[in-house]
C-alpha cells in the first residue's frame, strides 16, 4: 500500500470504535456488506433525482404553458441567445458526462491517477461551462435584456453599454482560483503527493473557467461582427418593436407585420381583464401570426424570467456537482475507491448525468426556436 | 484490525455476489463510453442543424424528439440504468411518468380554456395597450 493510503487508513482510525472487526474502514457498521450498501446509497441517489426531476419539470411546465400561449415571444426572444455558445456548452457538458462515466469505471477498476485525471477532467469541462454562461448572462445584462419588470425593451442598433458585469461574475472565480494557486504553490513545496494530486485538478479547473469566459467572448464577438450585417434585418425588426410606453402601437404592428409578410396589420392589445385577473390570451387562428407587442415587460420579459430561473437554476446545480466533484478528487487523491467502494463516485456520476440531462432539454428548448 | 488495508477487505467481501472479477461492479468498456459520447455529439449537431429550417409546428417535437433520444443514451448507458436494479428503474421511470402527467394534464387545461379566453377587437379597442400591458406586467411577473 502506499503511504497516502497508509495515512487515510491512519485517520479513520478515531471512528472505527474497535467493534465490528471485520468491518472494513469504507464500509459503515449498519450494513452487511458493501454490494448492500452499495445498492442503499444508489437508490437514495436515484430517489433524490426523482425529486430533481420533478422539481425541474415545472419549470418546464411553466416554460411550456408560457411558449404554448405566445410562440411569438418565444421565436422573438429566442434570436437574442447565442446558439453557438449553447451549442459549445452542450457539447463541453456531454464531454464532462463521458469523463464522469469514465471516472466510475476508473474508480471500479482502481486506476487511481486516472480516476483523479477524469474527475479533474469533469470539473474543468463544469468550470468552462460556468465561464460560457458568465459572457452570456453579462452580455444580456448590458443589453437590459432581464427578466420581468427589469426586462428593457430592445431599440434597434442598440449594443449596450460596457458595465463591468463580466468582471464582476468573475470576482468569485478569481477569487477562488487565487486560493487554488496558493494551495498548489504550497502542495508543490511541501512535496506531499495528496497535496499534488489535489491542487493540479483544483488550480486546473480554476483557470478552465477563464478559458471558458475567453472562449465565449471570443464567440460572442464573433457574432457580434456577424451581426452587423445579418442583425440588421432583426434590428429593424427590433426597432419596430418600440417600448409600448412611448404609444407606437400600431406603428410597431406595422412594421412587424410587413416583416413577416402578414396581409393586414392587427394593432393587438397585449392583454385584457378577464374575470378579474388580467392576462395575455392569443385567439387560435392568430396563433400564426406574431403580436407585435412582444418587446415589452410582460411579454420578452417574462421570457428571459422563465431563461435565467431556468438556466440560473441549473448553473446552480453545476455549481453544486463542482462542490462534490471537489470532494471526490480528494477521496481518489486518497486513493479510497476500489471495485468494493466506488458508490461515492457512482453517486455523484448520476447526479453529474442528471445535470447534463437537464440541459439537454434546456439548450433546444432555449436556443434553437426558429 | 478495523482499518484493515483494502486489499484485504476485497478478498474478504469477495464471496457476496462476486459475478466476475469486478464483485457487483460493472466496468463499462471504453469502446461504449466513447461511442455513446459521439452518438451524443452526432445528436447535438443534427438538432442545430434542423433549428435552421422552419419546419413550424413539427420544430418542437422534433428538437424534443433529439432531446428524448439524446437523455435516453444517457441516462441508460451512463447513468447505467441498463445494468441497474430493476427497482431504480422503476423509481426513475416511475418520475417520468409523473412528469409526462403533470405538464399533460396541465397542458391540456390551457388548452381547453383557449376557446374562451380569446379576446375580441372591441375589447381591443376600447382598452389602450398600455394600460393593459401596465396592469398585466406585475401579475405575469409572479
Redesign the interface.
Known amino acids: 500500500?502506499t503511504a497516502i493510503?497508509e495515512t487515510h487508513?491512519?485517520h479513520?482510525?478515531d471512528h472505527?470504535?474497535?467493534?465490528?472487526?471485520?468491518?472494513?474502514?469504507?464500509?459503515a457498521h449498519h450494513f452487511d456488506?458493501?454490494?448492500q450498501q452499495?445498492?442503499s446509497g444508489?437508490?437514495g441517489m436515484?430517489?433524490f433525482?426523482?425529486t430533481e426531476?420533478?422539481f425541474f419539470?415545472g419549470m418546464?411546465?411553466a416554460y411550456?404553458?408560457y411558449r404554448?400561449?405566445n410562440p411569438e415571444v418565444f421565436e422573438f426572444c429566442s434570436a437574442f441567445l447565442n446558439?453557438k455558445l449553447g451549442?459549445i456548452n452542450?457539447?463541453v457538458l456531454?464531454?464532462s458526462?463521458?469523463t464522469?462515466?469514465?471516472a466510475?469505471?476508473a474508480a471500479?477498476?482502481r486506476q487511481h491517477k486516472l480516476l483523479v485525471g477524469m474527475l479533474g477532467a469533469t470539473l474543468g469541462c463544469a468550470a468552462i461551462f460556468l465561464g460560457v454562461k458568465a459572457v452570456e448572462y453579462s452580455h444580456k445584462w448590458e443589453l437590459g435584456l432581464l427578466p420581468?419588470?427589469f426586462y428593457v425593451a430592445q431599440v434597434g442598433g442598440h449594443h449596450g453599454a460596457h458595465k463591468g458585469y463580466l468582471e464582476m461574475l468573475c470576482t468569485v472565480p478569481a477569487i477562488v482560483t487565487a486560493l487554488f494557486a496558493v494551495y498548489a504553490i504550497y502542495a508543490w513545496a511541501s512535496k506531499s503527493l495528496f497535496h499534488q494530486r489535489v491542487a493540479g485538478p483544483l488550480l486546473t479547473a480554476g483557470i478552465c473557467f477563464f478559458g471558458g469566459v475567453m472562449l465565449g467572448q471570443y464567440l460572442e464577438a464573433q457574432e457580434e461582427a456577424k451581426g452587423h450585417a445579418g442583425h440588421h434585418e432583426h434590428h429593424s425588426m427590433v426597432q419596430g418593436h418600440v417600448d409600448?410606453?412611448s404609444?407606437e402601437?400600431a406603428a410597431a404592428s406595422d412594421t412587424h407585420a410587413s416583416d413577416h409578410g402578414a396581409a393586414a396589420a392587427k394593432?393587438?392589445?397585449?392583454?385584457?381583464?378577464?374575470g378579474g385577473?388580467?392576462?395575455?390570451?392569443i385567439?387560435?387562428e392568430e396563433l400564426a401570426t406574431p403580436n407585435a407587442?412582444v418587446n415589452?415587460?410582460?411579454m420578452a420579459?417574462?421570457f428571459f424570467?422563465i431563461y435565467y430561473c431556468m438556466t440560473g437554476v441549473h448553473a446552480v446545480h453545476i455549481i453544486g456537482g463542482m462542490i462534490v466533484i471537489a470532494w471526490l478528487i480528494v477521496k481518489a487523491s486518497r486513493e479510497e475507491f476500489?471495485?468494493?467502494?466506488?458508490g461515492p463516485v457512482?453517486n455523484v456520476?448520476?447526479y453529474w448525468?442528471?445535470v447534463?440531462?437537464i440541459w439537454?432539454?434546456l439548450?433546444?428548448?432555449l436556443y434553437?426556436?426558429? | 484490525?478495523?482499518?484493515?488495508?483494502?486489499?484485504?477487505?476485497?478478498t474478504?467481501?469477495g464471496h457476496?455476489?462476486d459475478h466476475g472479477h469486478?464483485?457487483?461492479?460493472?466496468?463499462?468498456p471504453?469502446w461504449m463510453?466513447?461511442s455513446?459520447?459521439f452518438a451524443?455529439?452526432f445528436l447535438?449537431g443534427l438538432?442545430?442543424f434542423q433549428?435552421?429550417?422552419?419546419?413550424g409546428n413539427a420544430?418542437i417535437w422534433m428538437?424534443?424528439t433529439?432531446?428524448t433520444i439524446?437523455?435516453g443514451l444517457?441516462?441508460f448507458?451512463?447513468?447505467?440504468l441498463l445494468w441497474?436494479?430493476p427497482?431504480?428503474a422503476i423509481?426513475?421511470l416511475?418520475?417520468?411518468i409523473?412528469?409526462a402527467l403533470?405538464?399533460g394534464f396541465?397542458?391540456m387545461d390551457?388548452?381547453g380554456y383557449?376557446?374562451k379566453?380569446?379576446?375580441n377587437s372591441t375589447?381591443?379597442e376600447s382598452?389602450?395597450?398600455?394600460t393593459?400591458?401596465a396592469?398585466?406586467?406585475?401579475?405575469?411577473?409572479k
Open positions: 500500500m493510503q487508513t491512519a479513520h482510525d472505527a470504535d474497535g467493534h465490528h472487526h471485520d468491518h472494513p474502514s469504507w464500509l456488506d458493501a454490494e452499495f445498492d444508489k437508490l436515484w430517489l433525482l426523482v426531476v420533478l419539470s418546464f411546465c411550456a404553458l404554448n400561449r446558439e451549442a452542450t457539447g456531454l464531454f458526462s463521458l464522469m462515466a469514465w466510475v469505471r471500479q477498476l420581468g419588470k409600448h410606453d404609444h402601437h394593432p393587438t392589445s397585449p392583454a385584457i381583464e378577464m385577473s388580467p392576462d395575455v390570451y385567439a387560435s407587442n415589452q415587460k410582460s420579459g417574462l424570467s476500489h471495485e468494493q467502494y466506488f457512482d456520476g448520476l448525468h442528471l447534463d440531462f439537454i432539454y439548450f433546444p428548448l434553437l426556436i426558429t | 484490525m478495523a482499518h484493515t488495508t483494502t486489499e484485504h477487505n476485497s474478504n467481501n457476496h455476489g469486478h464483485g457487483f461492479s460493472h466496468p463499462m471504453v463510453l466513447l455513446v459520447f451524443l455529439l447535438t438538432t442545430v433549428a435552421q429550417f422552419d419546419l420544430e428538437s424534443l433529439i432531446a439524446k437523455a444517457v441516462i448507458f451512463f447513468m447505467h441497474d436494479k427497482l431504480n423509481v426513475i416511475g418520475s417520468l409523473f412528469v403533470f405538464l396541465t397542458l390551457a388548452e383557449r376557446e379566453l380569446i379576446f375589447i381591443k382598452q389602450p395597450g398600455q393593459a400591458a396592469n398585466t406586467a406585475p401579475a405575469m411577473a
